[in-house]
């Protein structure tokens, strides 16, 4: 993982973590890497490593069982109301940058269909591989 250095290390771990349990990467129930295995994983130090997971408990999108570690929740709307935040905050940024470009709204929504429409031709394309 490369980080920014904009943004706290642990902030950006979370945001990672978060991707990583919306996409199913980890499922729902699963138990999480424990601490020092994400640190040494990822490079950052073991307390950043865990103030990350610490904030993705709080956000309940994990839970903590004492003696056997942390497990990504099973609620799904909880799940599904992250994925929404993080698709959001991407439109946001998208936003943004093609205001910042001088880009009309309508440009913008053609060139959102038009970039869909290629992801949705290269998916297509692949499961029939």
Same mark, same amino acid.
């Given at each position: 993982m490369e980080f920014d250095s904009s943004a706290p290390i642990w902030r950006q771990l979370?945001?990672?973590? @978060? +991707? +990583? &349990? %919306?996409?199913?990467?980890? #499922?729902? =129930? $699963?138990? !999480?890497? =424990? %601490? *020092?295995? &994400?640190a040494a994983a990822l490079g950052v130090n073991p307390n950043t490593a865990q103030r990350a997971l610490a904030?993705?408990?709080?956000e309940g999108l994990c839970r903590s069982e004492r003696t056997t570690g942390r497990f %990504? @929740?099973?609620n799904q709307d909880r799940i599904d #109301? /992250? +994925? #929404?935040? !993080?698709? +959001?905050? $991407?439109?946001d940024t998208f936003?943004? *940058? /093609?205001?910042g470009l001088g880009m009309r709204k309508a440009?913008?929504? #053609?060139? &959102?269909?038009q970039r869909w429409s290629?992801?949705?031709?290269d998916q297509t394309s692949s499961e029939g591989a």
């Open positions: 979370v945001d990672e973590f @978060t +991707r +990583r &349990i %919306v996409c199913h990467e980890w #499922a729902p =129930g $699963a138990k !999480l890497p =424990g %601490v *020092r295995e &994400i904030e993705l408990e709080r %990504v @929740t099973e #109301a /992250a +994925r #929404a935040d !993080l698709a +959001r905050s $991407a439109a936003v943004d *940058r /093609a205001l440009q913008a929504k #053609a060139l &959102i269909e290629n992801h949705d031709s």
